[in-house]
């Protein structure tokens, strides 16, 4: 069974930076994906990045530039470092895996399998 789980969000004035982790364990091969997104209330949640067990990334838009996804595989975490924070990146932000190197096709759809239970990331002016 795979688990997700997020750490490391919090409130940052704007201009800030923050780093979300990801922790996946009980993969069952070792091609994986793994995708950040986001999701504020009433509205469609967002994806951010995406990165594949063998370091290829993608971006949204909306975060290139200003998010960088990273992963170490020894430790099976996935890091999110967000630069240059501003208040509408006030959001739930989630984690989520799936097997396969398919990062690139899941972030757009958001269909990966596995999901975390969501960190509160809050940006003040």
């Known amino acids: 069974q795979v688990q997700v789980v997020e750490s490391g969000g919090g409130s940052v004035q704007a201009g800030g930076s923050l780093r979300l982790s990801c922790t996946v364990s009980?993969?069952?091969?070792?091609?994986?994906?793994v995708g950040w997104f986001r999701q504020t209330p009433g509205n469609e949640r967002e994806g951010l990045a995406a990165i594949d067990s063998d370091g290829s990334t993608k971006y949204a838009d909306s975060v290139q530039g200003r998010f960088i996804i990273s992963l170490d595989n020894a430790k099976n975490i996935v890091y999110l470092q967000m630069n240059s924070l501003k208040p509408e990146d006030t959001a739930m932000y989630y984690c989520a895996a799936d097997q396969g190197r398919r990062g690139r096709w899941l972030l757009p759809s958001g269909d990966f399998g596995y999901w975390g239970q969501g960190t509160q990331v809050t940006v003040s002016s």
């Open positions: 009980g993969y069952e091969d070792s091609s994986y994906c």
